[in-house]
């Protein structure tokens, strides 16, 4: 069960909420929180109560996990630096991962948002361990590579979306080669094999890592590499419109873009020529951005960033509940969303 | 000096980050940091220092009050407890804002994400209490009328993006019928006499606010109010994408969007129908949401909820700084944000 988004059920999902149990009971939030708390000095009827608690059940609702171990009179504090929380939709979804898991372990989560200063950063750590923290997790809004700055030298931590090699860091990022393989693999399948890579120009992780599963999956399917297939193009709606005259002259069927805003990009570039998606170009995106995936017309098939889970993989792993060893990058899944902008009839 | 997005000067403007400073100078985030601070054990050429200092000025860079008062021996708390930093790329800049006025004045920022369930609710704020937090901030991600959750009854605290009528509590929120009025002037400037409001379906005071000030221009314009004119929509593309065929019965010229979302599904369907923005219809949205307004074709004129500038605002009112009356509601202007579609040669 996923409460963001339409898509269906990804491999690692969203908690389900108490929002998502009241709009299934048709009752208020409170009304399943008191179900659900199993609070018995509140009036409510015994069908509500059944109605609340059949919902409870079907949607898997883990009991207040969060709340139960909060408090003890010894909160323990677990520090996150981020170097933008507010730069991106996604650096929410990491700390929210982050501070649901803490909470179960009895910690609270102390953030701090640093725009990537050193010197904010810097003293950002410096409070933190002034304030005995069980360890930190230092989070990026981007999957990068990074060097780690010398105040978390000695420190208890672990790296989240970001990785620094040579280092005994130990790391948690999302699997880009995996995801750059389930998006083409999901164009293969209906049967397309002139597909367009729209790559991004950034040099990161995610532009390797998905070049590297877009070969994977051709590589799988007996389908040749064409370098000249893999456009550089600026991963934002520009940098979509602006790659679809070359899409045109390669001739391909679809096109893997390298998020979802090339994705939309494309999109218009392909309408204001009177053009339809999938039938003149399958589009598959990367991301799940919420706001536009799903709202397109039609609604986007992509790949989710699984931010929310490298957050609580962070903590586990800081906690030593998920052992790993010094050094290592673990490395999450991310998922097919499995939308309407891929056509279901072309199979050759 | 805005930092994100591409619009100009909005009146409140987010702060210059070193990130500004480093494009504009051509040098790296660290290289602008230790010249900010002061640092000369760093190897710099004078050249370099000079660049980078000429921009400091330029753009107004705030010297390093986040860190300077940050760690003291002596840091103190205030809580903010939200009810979904993640389900919003909004909510991220709340707690931006919050943070570095915090830190401004020697306060580390406690962060509880609560999902809306008033357990986990109730179980934050006492795990903040027991930190001793100087007080608290309780923010919503949308801008919502709320009743003060018990919890705090005996608690500092000021509301930020809600308002609880009737009772003792501080509130700071956007100013809803400003920013309509300002979106709606904007239109009349450039002639437009029939101009339809999209408005949301789900009662909020953006609903009531937005409207009112949609009125608001349209009677110090002299032109009369027409209910026929103001449309129910989904707050979404697909809300948006569904009212075109009302709007062409209704013939108007221009369009003032709920929000960006509705603006972009909008969008769609006029490029469906191979129509012009803003020739065959002017569009004005509400948001300036990042990922969306600057991006569509054409770029699009909005309104920027003031969400960093909330969060600042709601420490400075808790600590004292800005002395407001109990049970005032502080509202704070939503700027425009010209961008290109709205026509420029309407006017009659």
Same mark, same amino acid.
């Given at each position: 069960m996923?409460?963001?988004g339409?898509?269906?059920?990804?491999t690692?999902?969203a908690?389900? $909420?108490?929002?998502?149990?009241?709009?299934a009971?048709?009752?208020?939030?409170?009304?399943?929180?008191?179900?659900?708390?199993?609070?018995?000095?509140?009036? +409510?009827?015994?069908?509500?109560?059944?109605r #609340?608690?059949?919902? /409870?059940? &079907?949607?898997?609702?883990?009991?207040?996990? +969060?709340a139960?171990?909060? =408090?003890?009179?010894?909160?323990?504090?677990?520090?996150?630096?981020t &170097?933008?929380?507010?730069?991106?939709?996604?650096?929410?979804?990491?700390?929210?991962?982050?501070?649901d898991?803490?909470w179960?372990?009895?910690?609270v989560? +102390?953030?701090?948002?640093?725009?990537?200063d050193?010197? =904010?950063?810097?003293?950002?750590?410096?409070?933190?361990?002034?304030?005995?923290?069980?360890g930190?997790?230092?989070?990026?809004?981007?999957?990068?590579?990074?060097t %780690?700055p010398p105040?978390?030298?000695?420190?208890?931590? =672990?790296l989240?979306?970001?990785?620094?090699?040579?280092?005994?860091?130990?790391?948690?990022v999302?699997d880009?080669?995996?995801?750059?393989?389930?998006?083409?693999e999901?164009?293969?399948?209906?049967?397309?094999?002139?597909?367009?890579f729209?790559?991004?120009?950034?040099e990161?992780?995610?532009?390797?890592?998905r070049?590297?599963?877009?070969?994977?999956? /051709?590589?799988?399917?007996?389908v040749?590499? &064409?370098?000249?297939?893999?456009?550089?193009?600026?991963?934002?709606?520009?940098?979509?419109?602006?790659?679809?005259?070359? +899409?045109?002259r390669?001739?391909?069927?679809?096109?893997?873009?390298?998020?979802d805003? %090339?994705?939309?990009?494309?999109? &218009?570039a392909?309408?204001?020529?009177? /053009?339809?998606?999938?039938?003149?170009?399958?589009i598959?995106?990367?991301?799940?951005?919420? !706001?536009?995936?799903?709202?397109?017309?039609?609604?986007? $098939?992509? =790949?989710q960033?699984?931010?929310?889970?490298?957050?609580?993989?962070?903590?586990?792993?800081?906690?030593?509940?998920?052992? !790993?060893?010094?050094?290592?990058?673990?490395?999450?899944?991310?998922?097919l969303?499995?939308?309407?902008? #891929?056509?279901?009839?072309?199979?050759?």
């Amino acid at each position: 069960m996923q409460t963001k988004g339409s898509g269906p059920e990804p491999t690692t999902p969203a908690p389900v $909420t108490l929002h998502d149990v009241a709009r299934a009971a048709g009752v208020s939030v409170a009304t399943v929180s008191y179900v659900a708390n199993g609070r018995t000095n509140v009036r +409510l009827s015994d069908a509500t109560r059944l109605r #609340v608690q059949q919902a /409870l059940d &079907d949607l898997g609702y883990r009991p207040n996990a +969060l709340a139960k171990n909060l =408090v003890k009179g010894t909160s323990k504090f677990v520090g996150l630096v981020t &170097d933008g929380v507010a730069t991106t939709p996604f650096a929410g979804q990491i700390i929210h991962g982050a501070q649901d898991e803490a909470w179960r372990h009895g910690f609270v989560l +102390l953030v701090a948002n640093t725009d990537a200063d050193p010197q =904010v950063e810097h003293e950002a750590i410096e409070m933190m361990r002034e304030h005995q923290v069980r360890g930190i997790l230092y989070s990026t809004w981007y999957h990068r590579e990074i060097t %780690v700055p010398p105040a978390l030298d000695s420190a208890e931590m =672990v790296l989240v979306n970001c990785y620094a090699p040579g280092s005994d860091a130990r790391a948690v990022v999302p699997d880009e080669r995996q995801g750059g393989r389930v998006a083409t693999e999901q164009l293969l399948e209906q049967g397309h094999r002139r597909i367009a890579f729209l790559n991004t120009t950034w040099e990161s992780p995610a532009r390797t890592g998905r070049l590297a599963g877009y070969r994977d999956a /051709l590589a799988a399917a007996g389908v040749g590499f &064409d370098p000249a297939l893999v456009i550089d193009a600026e991963p934002n709606q520009e940098g979509g419109y602006a790659a679809y005259e070359e +899409l045109r002259r390669l001739d391909v069927t679809a096109a893997f873009c390298h998020n979802d805003r %090339v994705a939309m990009g494309l999109y &218009d570039a392909l309408r204001v020529r009177g /053009l339809k998606i999938p039938t003149d170009l399958a589009i598959v995106g990367f991301d799940n951005q919420e !706001v536009i995936a799903a709202h397109l017309r039609p609604p986007l $098939t992509t =790949v989710q960033l699984p931010h929310y889970e490298l957050g609580a993989a962070g903590v586990r792993i800081l906690l030593g509940i998920d052992p !790993v060893p010094t050094g290592s990058v673990s490395k999450l899944a991310c998922p097919l969303v499995p939308r309407e902008s #891929v056509a279901s009839g072309l199979a050759d």
